[in-house]
Nanobody, 125 residues
Framework: EVQLVESGGGLVQAGGSLRLSCAAS????????IGWFRQAPGKEREGVSC????????YYADSVKGRFTISSDNAKNTAYLQMNSLKPEDTAVYYC??????????????????WGQGTQVTVSS
């Protein structure tokens, strides 16, 4: 059974930084896609940033390009999302998602079937 455990959310002032972590376990292969999605109150869940461990292709939503960086420590089976220059509109519950057959291109991230419990990120103005 795939398990994803997130950590690192919290409250930060606008302009500040946070780093989210997602520890993955239960995958039968090392080549899987993993990424971060977020959902703000009253809005649909949206893809933020993803990476495919097979080829390190990454995806970033336009709203976070230049501010967020995704990385993967394959030895630890952990993915990270470094979030800099945070804005109040980044406030949301952030979910880690992953899948063996997940799709990651420079313009698309999806088909993820496993999800973490979510971590709250709140950016005050």
């Amino acid at each position: 059974e795939v398990q994803l455990v997130e950590s690192g959310g919290g409250l930060v002032q606008a302009g500040g930084s946070l780093r989210l972590s997602c520890a993955a376990s239960g995958f039968t292969s090392d080549d899987y896609a993993i990424g971060w999605f977020r959902q703000a109150p009253g809005k649909e869940r949206e893809g933020v940033s993803c990476i495919h461990r097979a080829d390190d292709v990454t995806y970033y939503a336009d709203s976070v390009k230049g501010r967020f960086t995704i990385s993967s420590d394959n030895a630890k089976n952990t993915a990270y999302l470094q979030m800099n220059s945070l804005k109040p509109e980044d406030t949301a519950v952030y979910y880690c998602g992953a899948a063996i057959d997940g799709i990651v291109t420079e313009t698309f991230c999806g088909k993820f079937g496993s999800w973490g419990q979510g971590t709250q990120v709140t950016v005050s103005s």
